[in-house]
């Protein structure tokens, strides 16, 4: 692997120059100029380079993922309940990113939040990224395509149901691009749309929507324990 292709993979994680160099025993003055031109390659096709993505462990409970792509979650069974959460990173400049996050309903109603995009310094992604999923019980690094799955799939998944993404969504759609190619996940709770009330939702509206193009047999519905 040479030098350059290095600092590509330590920037995919979301280190800074300077923690690159240390890295890599290497002067911060011999990195520098490898980082912009890898910035610049990605600058060349008109989107900002994906310095990286994450998602919350848990990730796949209750979903159908194509076997084939290889995506992993490291705890199944981590009791999400349907509620995925996803963070991306793309460069912003030399040494601060855009940053946005999202919060998707995979059962049922697709993106029901999202934060951002926010600019903020190389350094303090960490704490940032530590904040966004401290509600679970961990998180792990995520490739594009499976972060492009999980949003904008749940979000025709969700149309298909009647529900629109929150408004909060378009200020950092173009975060995860255009979704290409055959679906690789089937939402719903085991193939069949699950409603699970959560605080600020209107069940009835909710209700009313689902029971619009489906019948009461055709999904489920789940109120929160007292």
Not at 86 to 115: E, T
Not at 200 to 222: C, E, S
């Amino acid at each position: 692997m040479t030098l350059k292709d290095q600092v590509r993979e330590l920037r995919l994680q979301g280190k800074s120059p300077k923690e690159i160099a240390r890295a890599l025993k290497v002067a911060p003055s011999v990195v520098a100029p490898l980082v912009r031109e890898i910035a610049a390659e990605t600058a060349g096709t008109g989107e900002a380079e994906v310095v990286g993505c994450w998602i919350n462990v848990g990730w796949s409970e209750g979903l159908l993922v194509d076997q084939a792509r290889g995506w992993v979650d490291k705890e199944p069974a981590a009791g999400t309940g349907g509620m995925v959460s996803v963070l991306v990173a793309r460069r912003h400049s030399w040494d601060r990113l855009r940053v946005g996050g999202f919060l998707a309903d995979v059962y049922c109603m697709g993106v029901k939040n999202a934060i951002g995009p926010d600019v903020i310094d190389d350094r303090f992604l960490s704490e940032f990224r530590e904040y966004f999923f401290s509600d679970y019980p961990g998180w792990q690094e995520a490739p594009f395509e499976l972060v492009q799955h999980l949003v904008l799939g749940s979000i025709d998944y969700a149309r298909g149901l009647g529900f629109e993404p929150d408004s909060a969504f378009e200020a950092g759609a173009d975060l995860l691009g255009t979704l290409d190619g055959d679906p690789a996940i089937t939402f719903g709770r085991d193939g069949k749309p699950h409603y699970v009330e959560f605080p600020g939702d209107d069940p009835a509206k909710v209700l009313r929507t689902l029971r619009h193009t489906l019948t009461d047999d055709q999904f489920t519905h789940t109120t929160p324990a007292h």
